[in-house]
Antibody, heavy 122, light 107 residues
Framework: QLHLQESGPGLVKPSETLSLTCTVS??????????WGWIRQPPGRGLEWIGS???????YYNPSLKSRVTISMDTSTNQFSLKLGSVTAADTAMYYC??????????????WGQGTLVTVSS | EIVLTQSPATLSLSPGETATLSCRAS??????LAWYQQKPGQAPRLLIY???NRATGIPARFSGSGSGTDFTLTITSLEPEDFAVYHC?????????FGPGTKVDMK
C-alpha cells in the first residue's frame, strides 16, 4: 500500500531555504511513467501546485515559484525533495507531497501525503 | 496559465439532497480535469479524473461530466460524510492549476 510521508523543519526563518523530503513506501519513485509532486495550501486558502518530477528526472515548476524552487529525486533512498529559497511569510503553508495519476499523463494527483505545516517566521 | 473558477463558493444542502458543483476553465482543458474532496485537517482525496472517471474506491453517488471549459461534479443523495470542500484541477498542460474550491455545508 502506497504511503508518502513529508519531513523537514516546521519553522523556517525569512530569507532562508525551506527543505522538505518525501519518503515513499509501497512504491518506487523510479517506477516507469510516474510523476511525483509538491503542492501547498496556505492556512484557510486554496491549493497551489509547486512542481513535479518525472521518474526520469525531468522537472516541471510553477512559473510563479520557478526561480526559487528545486525538486530532486533519490532512487537509492526512495525519496524526493523540495527546496524553496528566499522564503517569506507568504510561503507559510501546509506542504503536501504526492504521486500523480495516471501513469504517463499526470493529469491528476492520485495519492497524497498527510502534509506538513511549515511556518516562515523569525 | 489556465485559470479555473468554481461556483458557487458555498452550497448549503441537507443530507439526501443532490449537490451540483461547477468548474469553468479560462480555455479548453479537453477532458483533463479532476475533482478532489478535502475535509478539515485532511489532505485532499481524488474523486474524479479525466472529467468523468471515478478514482478507486469512490462511491457511485459521485459523478463528473463536461469537456472543454465547463465541468460539473454531481453528488447524488448527500451523505453526512460528503460535507466538505471540493476542488477542481486541470493539467492539459503545465502548469497544473487548481480552482478556489466550493464548500458544501449542511443546511
Amino acid at each position: 500500500q502506497l504511503h508518502l510521508q513529508e519531513s523537514g523543519p516546521g519553522l523556517v526563518k525569512p530569507s532562508e531555504t525551506l527543505s522538505l523530503t518525501c519518503t515513499v513506501s509501497g512504491d518506487s519513485v523510479g517506477s516507469s511513467g510516474y510523476y511525483w509532486g509538491w503542492i501547498r495550501q496556505p492556512p484557510g486558502r486554496g491549493l497551489e501546485w509547486i512542481g513535479s518530477i518525472y521518474y526520469s528526472g525531468s522537472t516541471y515548476y510553477n512559473p510563479s515559484l520557478k526561480s526559487r524552487v528545486t525538486i530532486s529525486m533519490d532512487t537509492s533512498t526512495n525519496q524526493f525533495s523540495l527546496k524553496l529559497g528566499s522564503v517569506t511569510a507568504a510561503d507559510t503553508a501546509m506542504y503536501y507531497c504526492a504521486k500523480h495519476w495516471p501513469r504517463f499523463r499526470a493529469v491528476s494527483v492520485g495519492f497524497w501525503g498527510q502534509g506538513t505545516l511549515v511556518t516562515v517566521s523569525s | 496559465e489556465i485559470v479555473l473558477t468554481q461556483s458557487p463558493a458555498t452550497l448549503s444542502l441537507s443530507p439526501g439532497e443532490t449537490a451540483t458543483l461547477s468548474c469553468r476553465a479560462s480555455q479548453s482543458v479537453n477532458i483533463y480535469l479532476a475533482w478532489y474532496q478535502q475535509k478539515p485537517g485532511q489532505a485532499p482525496r481524488l474523486l474524479i479524473y479525466d472529467a468523468s472517471n471515478r478514482a478507486t474506491g469512490i462511491p457511485a453517488r459521485f459523478s463528473g461530466s463536461g469537456s472543454g471549459t465547463d465541468f460539473t461534479l454531481t453528488i447524488t443523495s448527500l451523505e453526512p460524510e460528503d460535507f466538505a470542500v471540493y476542488h477542481c484541477q486541470q493539467r492539459t498542460n503545465w502548469p497544473l492549476t487548481f480552482g478556489p474550491g466550493t464548500k458544501v455545508d449542511m443546511k
